[in-house]
C-alpha cells in the first residue's frame, strides 16, 4: 500500500518519464500538428481563403485586423454589446465613427448587383433636391404617411389633399426642421424597425409603403434623370466601379401626364449611365434589370416577360434580364407563372432571356417561398436575389454551387426586414464559411439610410467571416462582384484591371496615411 501523497509522486513521475520519451513528445507535437493543419484547412475553404497577399497588401491587411479585433475583443473580453450585429439603427452611429468604415469606404468594392432603382439614392437628395422643385405637392395618408406627386395643379378631388411642398415648406417655423420631418417620414429608420414593427409581415407592409410614398416623385421624367445620376454619384463617391440596378422601367411620366413605356425607361438609364461614364471614366458602368411584381395577374407578367425579351435582344450590352419581386410571403410564388417564365424558352428557337430571381428571403421553412429556389434554379436563373432560405436544402445548395449560380446576399436588408436579429447568426454566414459564390450587396441602402455599399460590406466583415478573416476576404467580394456581373467577358476584363488600379491606389494610400514611418523605409 502506498499513501495517496505517494501515489501522487508516483503518478507524476510516471507521466514525466512518459512525456519526456521520444514517443509521448511526438504523440503530443503529431497532435499539434494536426490540429493547426485542421483549422488552417478548415479557413482556407472561406470566401478569400486562397488569396495569397503581397506584402504591401498584408501590412493594410494586418491594420483592418487591428480594427477589427479590437472591436471584437473589447465586446468579448469586456462582455459588452457586440454593436456590430445588433440592430443596424442601433449600430449605425457607432459604425459611422469607426476607423473600419472609413477603411471600408474608401477601399474599391467593386459592383453592387442586387439594387432597386426607387430605393438607392440618398433620402436627404430626394428631400433636399427633388422636393425643392416646382410642382411638388405632398399630402397625408390614412396611416399618417406623406406621399409625393408632381403636378401641374393637382386634383380638385381627391380623399388625400394636396399641397405644394414649397408652400408648406415657406409656412414651416424652420425650413430644416421641415425638410427634417419629410426625411423622418420616409425613413424607415425612424424608429428601431425591430422594435417598432413585430414581425418582418409588419415591416414589409411599411417598407412596400415607402415606394408609394415617393413613386409619384421620383418617376417624374426630369426628377428621374437626376436621381439616376445622382445614385451613380454616391455609389462612385463611396467606391463602387459598377452597378445593375433592378426597376420595373415603365411609367416615367411628364408634366402633361404622358406616361412613357419601358424602353424608354432603359434608354433613359442607358443614356445618363453613358453620359456618367463619359464625365467619369473612372467609373467602369451599369446596367439594368427589368424587373414585375409578384402581385401582378399572370397575363400582365406575359406582356412584362415579352417586353423583356424584346429589350434584351434590343439592348443586349445593357437591358440584362427579368426579375419579380414584392413580398414573397404575401404574393404569388414563381410556380403560379410558370407558363409565362417559360414562354422564353418554348419559343422557336428558344430564347434564353436571363433570369436574376428574387427567391427564398424568408424564415418561414417549407413553404411556396422555399420553394421558390427551387424553380429559379429550374429556370436557369444567372443569379439568385437572397437565397436567404438556401442552407435549409442541401440539395438546393448543391446544385446552386455546381451550376455557380451567385447568390446576392444583402445583410442589412435582411436585418431591417426582420429575418436575422444578430447577424452572426446570419444564415449565409456558413456558406460563406464555405465559398460560396456570393456576392454583397445594399437592395434598398436609402430607404434605411445606409451607405451605398459601405455599411453592408461593414457587417459582412465583422459579423459573417469570423475574427481570424482577413484583408482577403474583403478583396475576394470585390472580385466576386465583378466575376458574377452581368457583364460579357471583355467588359469583366476591363473592368478588373480598372479595379485593380484602384486597388492597388488605395493599398498605398492607406499605407501613407496610417503607417508613414513604414512608407519612408
Ligand atoms: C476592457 O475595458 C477596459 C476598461 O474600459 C479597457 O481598458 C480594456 O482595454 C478593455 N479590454 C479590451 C480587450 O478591449
Ligand atoms: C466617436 O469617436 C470619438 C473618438 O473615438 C469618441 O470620442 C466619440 O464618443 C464617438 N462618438 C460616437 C457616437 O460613438
Ligand atoms: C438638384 O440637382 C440637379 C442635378 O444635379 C442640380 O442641377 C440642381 O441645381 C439641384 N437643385 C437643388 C435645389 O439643389
Ligand atoms: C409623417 O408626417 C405626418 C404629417 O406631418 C405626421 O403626422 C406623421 O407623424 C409623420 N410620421 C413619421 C413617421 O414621421
Ligand atoms: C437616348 O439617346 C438617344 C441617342 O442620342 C436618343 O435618340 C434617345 O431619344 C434618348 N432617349 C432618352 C429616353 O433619353
Ligand atoms: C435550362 O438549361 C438547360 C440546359 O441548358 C436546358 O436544357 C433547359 O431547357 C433550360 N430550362 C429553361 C426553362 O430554360
Ligand atoms: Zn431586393
Redesign the pocket.
Known sequence: MICPRHLRVFISVVICILISTTSGRSIYNDYMQQRKQLIQDDSKLRIGGKLVLRSDEKLVSDFFMKEKTKIIESSRQNLTLYMPAVSFFLSKPQIDNSTLLKLIQRMPKGGALHLHDMSVTSLDWLI???T??DNVYMCVGDDSLINFHVFKSPPKHSDCVWHSVKDERAKAASVDDFDLMLKRNLSLLATDPLTTYPDNAHIWIRFARYFLQVYNLIFYAPIFK?YY??TLEEFRADNVQYIELRGAMSGVFDLDHTVHNEEFGVQLYQNVTTEFVQAYPDFVGAKVIMSGSRNSKAVKILDQVKTAMYLNQKYPDFMMGYDLVGNEAAYNPLLFYINELLYPATQSPPYKLPYFFHAGETNWEGTDIDDNLADAILLNATRIGHGYALNKHPKLAQLVRAKNIPVEVNPISNQVLHLVSDQRNHPMASLMADNFPIVISSDDCATWEALPLSHDFYVAFMDMSGEDADLTFLKQLAINSIRYSAMSHSEKHKAMKLWETKWDMFIKGVIEEYMPSYHLK
Open positions: 433636399k433636391n427633388a425643392y422643385r437626376d445620376w445622382r
